[in-house]
Structures are given as structure tokens and as C-alpha cells.
């Protein structure tokens, strides 16, 4: 999600969950009937039948979950914990030692404690462009994004055992089975829809990645010590309500404003979450874009803001996740992770993972490809989408949907992203419906 220009995607905080849902329903099929429409290209193939049965699926899946007494399976049917069961055993056969760039460590966290699952080690050659052609593993499994291992270091070979360090700690023990020379025009083309290096994303393939792609087993040693806790995915659903309630994902890179605490709020609401059910707020805090606030900052903000709220239908995690801007693959990738976690539904917001052009600013994506991939694959993921609404603050109702205020003809208050930003920085009054004063307090103190 961009820094916020208008707040443009919220309902009102006082309405009743009736009569939010009823608020909710004619956008909300909005946004579906525009999904069905559009075709999503560039990311991967055409959609066949997936996409043809997508609202179908969802509506079966309600069903199923209404009844179903089990928390959602992982991805792949099985939740990976690669620990080493005996860590001095693996440093024993190292042959390497490999330090590790910030956005590495996270994938090979996320692969250690299963938030990549069914993934056991980083892809072959053959998985990589299956991800990359097809958006599947090897074996069909829907997968976003490739999860690769890069290097630059000639000697490295076939056979090596690489002691997997970040920051000087060793976190892992890699297996080299294979080592390939990327093909990134067509890992860019496919998975970021461009080959423009105008894109952070394939900026960040291009420039920052070695030539060479490293497959093999990842055995985990430890966990990386970081400024913000992140829980893994067991511990997650350890500490989530009981299996038969819904858990709504809502991802984020940014600090939470008030627009994003409503949308995630109301996602409650919709249509096809059962009543009782909870949100689980799951902000990456690796590395994003390079003009974003830091993790640690973003993660002090929304540790304020789960204290002022204290809302018991949301929880709170953090996820060691790297950025790509990869929109419609992104938005793949997310609701894979957030499986893992176990989590049943995902807030698909418009140009989610979305980036511009570091030229013209131009957008790469349209406002709802992220949606239309999503829908498309509902039924392969065994989730359910929530989609954001079209909303916006307004003086005498507060947050209402778009069509509502031009219907009874409301004054719309908004506030730039870069208006926000000047105003933070000459420490003028930030208004209320904007932002919670905890966040701006935090963020005036360390940006």
C-alpha cells in the first residue's frame, strides 16, 4: 500500500455491523463484477477454468469452513520446520561460509520456520521456471514468486555446504545441489510484468542480485535477533481462536493511519466472514522500497497503536518478509504466507504490491490486477478474498463509501501523503480522523 494520499478506503466507525454490511454489498459487487471483466496478462498464463469458477469456489468454501472443525491446512499440507536437529552436526559439514544480504535472511527465515511451505530449501532450476512460467511449482502447486538464492562468488560449486551467516550470526546450513545462471529478463518480464529497470523490483533482480542462482536444502540453525519479534507460523496459530472461526489477513508496509485501521476493522463485515471471526494484522517489516520508514520504526508504530486499541477481534504478528512490488504475484505470494499462518481469508486492496516508475511515476499495474489473480486462484489456494472498498472521510458522516458521499452530496476532507509528510516534519497538528496521535508521536520521534 503506498504512503496514503485521500483517505479513500474506509465506512463509517459507527455503523452497525448490519448496516455496514449492507453499505458494503454494492461496492463490494462492484469491485467483483469489475474483477470478472478484466483478463489478467503479463503475470503468468491466461486463467482458465480457475478463474471462471472463482466466485463459485468462494461461495463453496464458505460453506465448507462453516462446518469444518480444523484450522486451514498449510500450503502443500504441511507446515515445514527445517530446525536442525543436531545444529552442531550440520556446522560440521560446511564447507562455506556465506554472509547473507538483509532480503536473503528473510527468505531463509521464512523457509526455516515454514512460512514458505511446502518449500524445504531454495529452487532448482526446473522450480524456478515453473514459478516464473507458470506461477506453480513442479508438481502444480500455485506458488507467487521464486524463492532463489543468489551469489556472485565463482567458487562456489556443486557439492559445497554453505554455513548461511547474517550480521555474523549463523542462522542456517545450505546444500548446494545445483548452481544456474539466472534467466531475469523472463524472471522480470513474468513475474513483475516489466523488464524496465524502473521498476524497484526488477531494479533489485538486475543490480543488487549475482548472476548465479544456488539451489538446495536449507537446515535451520537459529533465528536471526531482530529489533521486532516475529513469531512463526506454529506459534501464530497456536495463539489464533478456535479452528472454526475465520481469521482475516490484512498485510501492510506501512504505518497504520486511521483509513487502514477501518478497512481492516470492517473487513469483519463482509459478506463472507462469519460473525465472531478475527483479524490478524501482519505488517512486513524487511526490507521495502528504499524511500519507506524502516521496519523498526513501522514496528514501533503499530506496537502504540495495538496498545491504544486494545481491540480483542484484532491480533497482531510480524512478518520477516522482503519486498518485491511485484503486485498480482505479490498478492500471491502474501496469501500463501498468510495460509501458513493460518489464515483464511486475505484484504486484497486496490494496486496492492503495487510500484511506480521511478521516471514518470507512472503505474505499473491496474488498480484491481491484484484482485483479478487473487480471485482467479481462490479455489487452487483454498482461501477467500476480502476485498477493500472505495471510501473516503467526510465531514458530517465520517467514513462512508465513495458512492454514498456523492449520492447525498458529502464534504470530503483529504490529506496527501506529502502534506502528511510536511506537517509531520514542522510538527504541525495532525488531525485525529487523519492518524492516531500514538503513531504520530512515534514517528516524530524517530523519522
Same mark, same amino acid.
Given at each position: ?19 455496514? @454490511? ?33 466466485? &463459485? ?40 561460509? /556465506? ?24 529452487? =532448482? ?21 521464486? +524463492?532463489?538464492?543468489? =551469489?556472485?562468488?565463482?567458487? +562456489? ?12 550470526? =549463523? ?6 545441489? $545445483?548452481?544456474?545462471?539466472?534467466? &531475469? ?26 548472476? *548465479? ?23 501464530? @496459530? ?30 469483519? !463485515? ?20 528504499? !524511500? ?16 491504544? =486499541?486494545?481491540?480483542?477481534?484484532? @491480533? ?22 498468510? &495460509?501458513? *499462518? ?17 521516471? !514518470?511515476?507512472?503505474?505499473? *499495474?491496474?488498480? *484491481? ?16 478474498? /476480502? ?18 458521499? !456523492? ?22 497538528? +495532525?488531525? $485525529? ?15
Amino acid at each position: 500500500m503506498a504512503a496514503l494520499t485521500s483517505a479513500k478506503i474506509f465506512v463509517a466507525p459507527t455503523a452497525a455491523p448490519a448496516a455496514r @454490511r449492507a453499505a458494503s454489498a454494492k461496492p463490494v459487487a462492484a469491485a467483483k463484477a469489475l474483477s470478472a471483466r478484466k483478463a489478467v496478462a503479463s503475470f503468468t498464463a491466461r486463467p482458465t477454468a480457475a478463474f471462471k469458477v472463482a466466485a &463459485k469456489a468462494q461461495r463453496n468454501t464458505v460453506m465448507a469452513s462453516a462446518t469444518s472443525s480444523v484450522r486451514i491446512a498449510p500450503h502443500g499440507g504441511e507446515l515445514v520446520n527445517l530446525k536442525a536437529s543436531d545444529t552442531a552436526a550440520a556446522l560440521a559439514r560446511c564447507t562455506k561460509k /556465506v554472509e547473507l544480504s538483509d532480503r536473503n535472511a528473510c527468505d531463509v527465515e521464512l523457509l526455516m520456520v515454514g512460512g514458505f511451505s511446502p518449500l524445504k530449501g531454495f529452487a =532448482t532450476e526446473k522450480e524456478y521456471l515453473s514459478v516464473v512460467e507458470n506461477m506453480c511449482l513442479e508438481d502444480g502447486t500455485v506458488f507467487g514468486l521464486p +524463492i532463489v538464492m543468489d =551469489t556472485s562468488d565463482e567458487s +562456489i560449486k556443486v557439492g559445497d555446504v554453505l554455513e548461511l551467516t547474517y550480521q555474523g550470526a =549463523t542462522l542456517a546450513t545450505m546444500d548446494v545441489t $545445483e548452481k544456474f545462471l539466472a534467466n &531475469k529478463p523472463l524472471e522480470a518480464k513474468n513475474c513483475y510484468g516489466t523488464s524496465s529497470i524502473e521498476h524497484p523490483g526488477v531494479m533489485m533482480i538486475s543490480m543488487e542480485r549475482g548472476p *548465479y542462482y544456488l539451489a538446495g536444502p536449507v537446515t535451520g540453525i537459529a533465528l536471526p535477533k531482530r529489533d521486532f519479534p516475529c513469531q512463526t507460523p506454529e506459534e501464530v @496459530r497456536a495463539q489464533l481462536p478456535d479452528a472454526d472461526v475465520d481469521v482475516v489477513a490484512f498485510q501492510c508496509r506501512n504505518p497504520v493511519h486511521r483509513a487502514h485501521y477501518e478497512l481492516f476493522t470492517r473487513a469483519l !463485515d463482509a459478506e463472507n466472514v462469519r460473525e465472531g471471526s478475527v483479524v490478524l494484522v501482519h505488517p512486513t517489516c524487511g526490507p521495502t522500497q528504499g !524511500d519507506d520508514i524502516p521496519g523498526t520504526v513501522r514496528y514501533k508504530t503499530y506496537e502504540v497503536l495495538k496498545e491504544e =486499541t486494545q481491540d480483542p477481534k484484532v @491480533r497482531w504478528a510480524y512478518l520477516p518478509y522482503s519486498m518485491h512490488m511485484a503486485g498480482p504475484r505479490e498478492a500471491i505470494q502474501h496469501m500463501i504466507i498468510r &495460509k501458513n *499462518y493460518g489464515c483464511t481469508h486475505f484484504i486484497i486492496g486496490r494496486d496492492m504490491a503495487g510500484s511506480k516508475s521511478c521516471l !514518470d511515476g507512472e503505474d505499473f *499495474y491496474g488498480a *484491481y490486477d491484484a484482485q483479478d489473480l487473487a480471485n482467479s486462484k481462490c479455489a487452487e489456494l483454498g482461501m477467500q478474498t /476480502v476485498p477493500s472498498l472505495n471510501l473516503c472521510f467526510t465531514e458530517e458522516e465520517g467514513y462512508v463509501t465513495a458512492d454514498v458521499a !456523492d449520492e447525498k452530496g458529502l464534504t470530503r476532507k483529504n490529506l496527501s501523503g506529502t502534506k502528511f509528510r510536511q506537517m509531520l516534519r514542522s510538527g504541525e497538528d +495532525i488531525p $485525529e480522523w487523519f492518524a492516531f496521535k500514538s503513531v504520530v508521536k512515534v514517528l516524530r520521534e524517530n523519522v
